[in-house]
């Protein structure tokens, strides 16, 4: 499969649990961005990493957040003693090189995260 | 402050005729746009794009105007499809970072 993988496909967690969202990029691209979309809104920009360095997290909450693309492995999305807010779905997309083209990125499915 | 708008939530279409979704924004400065289809439970994939120097692009039934004076863009589809039925996101790229502004969507239902 040469798509971007995120999984789970679905998590619920509890209230001040913590939630793991993992996504692996494309086979060769070595540019990663995660986005969020809140229950009927468009997807919003939360960060953008390249191989063990975050670039750009000005999407990203000051805190209870954060990510990382280590140098082996996916990228990880961490969120940390989630409240209800936190539900939504989660997307993770890649690309072969930095910034945006007029081709978009290539997008995996999303882990949609439910906090009950 | 909602950079790309897409003002209608939904649409319903009849198979065969033509189906149209439209966006406006407010930033001349973007250098292109994107249109996205998202279908349930899936993350968006990438339909068709226009430079901001061209005021039409074609794709087979797919085809995207730009008016600039207006600050407006439109999706064209034609004939519709039940296959057509899902979300279609605007989005253009915010200049000199390496994010897109995405529209809220609007949901097309193609009725067979």
């Known amino acids: 499969n040469a798509g971007v993988m995120q999984n789970p496909r679905h998590l619920v967690r509890r209230r001040g649990q913590e939630a793991r969202l993992r996504c692996s990029p494309v086979k060769g691209h070595s540019h990663v961005y995660w986005y969020r979309q809140l229950p009927e809104e468009g997807l919003k920009f939360m960060v953008y990493?390249?191989?063990?360095?975050?670039?750009?997290e000005s999407g990203m909450p000051k805190e209870r957040f954060s990510a990382e693309f280590p140098k082996e492995g996916p990228s990880i999305l961490r969120i940390q003693q989630v409240v209800r807010g936190d539900s939504a779905a989660y997307f993770c997309?890649?690309?072969?090189?930095?910034?945006?083209?007029?081709?978009?990125?290539?997008f995996g499915s999303g882990t949609r995260l439910t906090v009950v | 402050d909602q950079q790309v708008k897409q003002n209608s939530p939904s649409l319903s279409v009849q198979e065969g005729r033509i189906s149209i979704l439209n966006c406006d924004y407010t930033n001349s400065m973007f250098d292109y746009f994107l249109w996205y289809k998202k279908y349930p439970a899936e993350g968006p994939t990438f339909l068709i794009s226009i430079s901001s120097i061209k005021d039409k692009n074609e794709d087979g039934r797919f085809t995207v105007f730009l008016n600039k004076s207006a600050k407006h863009l439109s999706l064209h589809i034609v004939p519709s499809q039940p296959g057509d039925s899902a979300v279609y996101f605007c989005?253009?790229?915010?200049?000199?970072?390496?994010?897109?502004?995405f529209g809220t969507g609007t949901r097309l239902k193609v009725l067979a």
């Open positions: 989005a253009a790229p915010e200049a000199g970072t390496y994010k897109y502004i």
């Open positions: 990493l390249q191989k063990e360095n975050i670039i750009d």
């Open positions: 997309a890649s690309s072969p090189q930095a910034g945006a083209s007029n081709y978009g990125y290539t």
